[in-house]
Nanobody, 121 residues
Framework: QVYLVESGGGLVQPGGSLRLSCAAS????????MGWFRQAPGKEREFVGA????????YYADSVKGRFTISRDNAKNTVYLQMNSLKPEDTAVYYC??????????????WGQGTQVTVSS
């Protein structure tokens, strides 16, 4: 079993930056890939990006490519989502997730509880 806890959400102005963290406990953190997802009000949850077990591989949704960066620190059992050039349409609850396979964002075996990000002036 893996337990995930997100933090770092909040209110930020358009064009600003925010870094989310996701702390993991339970199963060996470096043994699985991690993903970030988000859900805006009235919309379905969508994929943001993913990182492989070592941190050497990442991929992103087109909507955030070039603005968001995922990284991980296996010594701290933590994955990060650095968000730059934020837009109002980035407003959502952000979730981290443990992926069974790096290339399969539908095979998730644990979710965090989510953290709210609001981009507004």
């Amino acid at each position: 079993q893996v337990y995930l806890v997100e933090s770092g959400g909040g209110l930020v102005q358009p064009g600003g930056s925010l870094r989310l963290s996701c702390a993991a406990s339970g199963r060996t953190f470096s043994s699985y890939a991690m993903g970030w997802f988000r859900q805006a009000p009235g919309k379905e949850r969508e994929f943001v990006g993913a990182i492989n077990w070592s941190g050497g591989g990442t991929y992103y949704a087109d909507s955030v490519k070039g603005r968001f960066t995922i990284s991980r620190d296996n010594a701290k059992n933590t994955v990060y989502l650095q968000m730059n050039s934020l837009k109002p349409e980035d407003t959502a609850v952000y979730y981290c997730a443990a992926l069974r396979y790096y290339s399969d964002i539908d095979d998730i075996f644990s979710w965090g509880q989510g953290t709210q990000v609001t981009v507004s002036s």
